[in-house]
């Protein structure tokens, strides 16, 4: 199976702060599956480190007050370039993010309050019929139960 993965998953410091959240389980994936790392936020231009940001209605505003939704439109169109190009079967992107969020995000108040919703790559990729999966399924035995 061809996966598509957050880079941020595969120990790349390439979240908003500099760092990674490095998941051992989803490495262990590349034994049996193909795994294609991306950073939509990255890919869109942004800088490592940035200033984080959160999901406001259709926008996504910097906790500076910057509306950076056309950086994180431009890395979900690349990521998505990426997937169609590689015959990507599964995504595996990272939890509660403003871009690669699933069924879960930050609310836009930066008080740590969570919401229903899709980060700004993720509803692309539902939208062309991906299935999207977060770190926290895989954890949860999601690859045990195929």
Not at 32 to 50: A, D, F, N, Y
Not at 115 to 142: A, M, Q, R, S
């Amino acid at each position: 199976m061809v996966i598509l993965v957050s880079k941020c998953l595969m120990g790349e410091n390439c979240r908003y702060k500099g760092d990674n959240c490095r998941n051992e389980r989803i490495l262990e994936l590349a034994k049996k599956h193909t795994l294609i790392g991306v950073c939509p936020e990255v890919m869109g231009g942004l800088p490592t480190p940035r200033a984080p940001g959160e999901r406001v209605g259709d926008k996504v505003i910097a906790n500076t007050g910057a509306d950076v939704t056309a950086e994180y439109e431009l890395g979900a169109l690349k990521a998505l370039e990426i997937a169609k190009e590689s015959g990507v079967e599964l995504c595996v992107f990272k939890a509660k993010s403003p871009s690669c969020g699933c069924g879960i995000i930050y609310d836009g108040s930066f008080m740590g309050k969570l919401i229903p919703g899709d980060g700004v790559t993720v509803e692309l990729f539902k939208k062309h019929g991906y299935k999207v999966i977060t770190e926290v399924d895989v954890e949860n035995g999601y690859f045990e139960k195929l």
